[in-house]
């Protein structure tokens, strides 16, 4: 019984161990980037998070067209369908799936700044939302 | 007698109510693979996962193989967004799209999807299609653009109970 209790405990341990998280894509980011984690940089990552680019329709877009002003606030997609809040404080599945956070970075910044996002901005962008309270 | 008569009574009151019942449409049946207002009930993990996760996960049965195969031939531009998806997810999605699509013979939906539909056509919008404008021609044009509507790709807006396959006229409420 013990050795089952001890085991289970072990493989979530390891599971967890595991799992990406905020910082752990703050690192791989800042890693691919060639920077060190302290150099990423939360100012920046707001700036992205803010900055209007020309979008198809001749409106400005930015991140916060869909996500809000605020990203502890939900979203919405373009058909209505809510967001769930980009903001790790109120939403802890955020940055915790490496395939997700790959596939949403390359959608969205092809559609918001008509090319893909350079590993320092995925991780200023991250370190911004990780400091949010 | 007495008894006698009030027992023949019960039981054609049984009887009649046993009838009525066996007669009555019995919805839940009729539906089940999806009938008049009701989308066939499917189940398939990256459908539900990757469509639902911008709109609703439109039913395969309201578009015919040609038209998702042009869907999915062309994510990177999906009405002005990019939802790209890796090969082997797009992959399993088109499966599973074709097999349930209108022109699959495999719900009443699609059979009547495609008693409207110019074969030689495979449009992009399900808002094309010729069953979908007839449906909803009652619908004031004005309705369609409120706020709270958004759009007509927002089927949730009015049909309240989307989500769960159910399109009922008595589960519509167009918002204000």
Known sequence: MIKRIAWAGLMLLSAHASADSPSSFMARYAQQAGVAVTALS???GEAL??????????????????HTANPKQPGQTRVGKPIEPLAPAVNPERFTDAAKV???FRRNCTDVLQRECSAQEKGDFIAWLNQIK | MNYLLRGIGVLATVGT???????????????GDGGDDLMPRLTH????QECASCHLAYSPALLPRAS???VMGGLDQHFGENASLDPATQADILRFLEANAADSGRSRMGDKVMQRMDRNTAPLRITETTWFVKKHDEVPRASWARKSVGSAANCAACHRQAEKGVFDEDTVRIPK
């Open chain 1, 42 to 44: 939360p100012a920046r």
């Open chain 1, 49 to 66: 998070y803010r900055s209007e680019h020309p979008g198809k329709n001749g409106a400005a877009q930015s991140c916060a067209s869909c």
């Open chain 1, 102 to 104: 790959e596939k949403w």
């Open chain 2, 17 to 31: 109510l046993s009838l009525l019942a066996f007669s009555l449409p019995s919805g839940g049946e009729a539906r």
């Open chain 2, 45 to 48: 993990k990256a459908w539900q």
């Open chain 2, 68 to 70: 998702w195969r042009r």
